[in-house]
């Protein structure tokens, strides 16, 4: 069984920084990539960015780009996601999630079968 714990989330002013961590157990494989997802009030749930475990090739969405870096320690099983310059438009519930078989790097939820249960990150003055 899979398991993806996150923790980090919290309250911080625009332009601050949060560093979300994602803690894996379960994993008997380490070919696949962890990705970071986010999901508004109101709003479909879309990819942040993720990191292949077998390269540690990256991605990240447009808006996110210089100032979010994922980062990995594949002996703890741990993938961070650094969060500077934070903005009004970046408050949501972040989860991690395990990609499905062969799937090495990819920003669509569809391609991710285990879920971490969230971490709220709020932005506001």
């Known amino acids: 069984q899979v398991q993806l714990v996150e923790s980090g989330g919290g309250l911080v002013q625009p332009g601050g920084s949060l560093r979300l961590s994602c803690v894996a157990s379960?994993?008997?494989?380490?070919?696949?990539?962890i990705g970071w997802f986010r999901q508004a009030p109101g709003k479909e749930r879309e990819g942040v960015s993720s990191?292949?475990?077998?390269?540690?090739?990256?991605l990240y969405t447009d808006s996110v780009k210089g100032r979010f870096t994922i980062s990995r320690d594949n002996v703890q099983n741990t993938v961070y996601l650094q969060m500077n310059s934070l903005k009004p438009e970046d408050p949501a519930v972040y989860y991690c999630?395990?990609?499905?078989?062969?799937?090495?790097?990819?920003?669509?939820?569809?391609?991710?079968?285990?879920w971490g249960q969230g971490t709220q990150v709020t932005v506001s003055s």
């Open positions: 999630a395990s990609s499905k078989w062969g799937v090495d790097d990819s920003l669509h939820p569809g391609e991710y079968d285990y």
């Open positions: 990191i292949s475990r077998r390269d540690g090739s990256t």
């Open positions: 379960g994993f008997t494989r380490n070919a696949y990539a």
